[in-house]
């Protein structure tokens, strides 16, 4: 069973950066995508980065583009969001989600395609 665990977040001055880290243990030998989707209060979930381990292929949302960085260190099995220039509406609740994948990524999979999730981290940016 995959289990992941998001840490991180916390309070930031709007234009300020955060890194959240998502540990992941329970992988098989499989290839896997890992994403980092958000919600804000009132809102739908949002996929904002995915990283495809076989290639280390990455997608990200145009909101996110050129501001956030996702990256995988296989050692230590954990994902990481470096987010840059952070806006208010930054501001959600941030998951890491896993799903078996092949291959590349071509564009953000939507949150129905992982099943497996982390417990989330607040990310609040202040302006």
């Known amino acids: 069973e995959v289990q992941l665990v998001e840490s991180g977040g916390g309070l930031v001055q709007a234009g300020g950066s955060l890194r959240l880290s998502c540990a992941a243990s329970?992988?098989?030998?499989?290839?896997?995508?890992i994403g980092w989707f958000r919600q804000a209060p009132g809102k739908e979930r949002e996929g904002v980065s995915c990283?495809?381990?076989?290639?280390?292929?990455?997608v990200y949302a145009d909101s996110v583009k050129g501001r956030f960085i996702i990256s995988i260190d296989r050692a230590k099995s954990t994902v990481y969001l470096q987010m840059t220039q952070l806006k208010p509406e930054d501001t959600a609740v941030y998951y890491c989600a896993a799903e078996i994948l092949s291959g590349g990524l071509a564009y953000m999979p939507p949150a129905s395609e992982f099943g497996a999730w982390g417990q989330g981290t607040q990310v609040t940016v202040a302006s």
């Open positions: 329970g992988f098989s030998g499989d290839d896997y995508a």
């Open positions: 990283i495809a381990t076989e290639y280390e292929s990455a």
